[in-house]
């Protein structure tokens, strides 16, 4: 499955960004407990602290980002997810066990879909929803439900 982007749109990397209320333990979460790069931190950048993070590498990218007084954070929902796509159930099995040893523990699938095709799912310390599926999207079909 291969998909090109438009011409007019010569995008070279992706970032999207979330404020934190929680900006110590989110870091720690991403970057120690699951374990993503961090590309870029800065502290007091006009009254702002952020890490960015790789999600692999630096062509697309999570920023992490607290400002001033304690920000108006909407409500988390189970559909709000970070979906990494991992190479198959071993590495899916290691970010598991990583994420353990660290005092996480999974949380039910609002949908469905994710735990029939083998997802593990957590969340970070804002409530937000990290899914670790053990297929490649558009590399690899799902897992077969219930596999």
Not at 57 to 71: A, D, L
Request: hydrophobic share 40%; glycine share 10%.
């Amino acid at each position: 499955m291969e998909h090109t982007w438009p011409e007019h749109l010569a995008v070279g990397a992706v970032r999207f960004a979330r404020p934190t209320a929680n900006y110590e333990a989110i870091t720690a979460f991403y970057g120690d407990d699951l374990g993503l790069p961090v590309l870029a931190s800065f502290r007091g950048h006009a009254g702002y602290d952020g890490v960015v993070f790789g999600l692999p590498g630096t062509p697309v990218q999570m920023e992490i980002t607290q400002h001033g007084t304690r920000p108006s954070i909407p409500a988390p929902d189970p559909e709000n997810q970070l979906v990494l796509y991992l190479r198959g159930t071993g590495a899916r099995d290691a970010a598991v066990r990583r994420l353990e040893e660290r005092g996480h523990r999974p949380v039910a699938a609002a949908n469905p879909y994710w735990t029939d095709h083998g997802a593990v799912l957590f969340e970070d310390p804002d409530g937000w929803v990290v899914v670790l599926a053990p297929w490649v999207f558009g590399q690899e079909p799902a897992p077969a439900a219930g596999a």
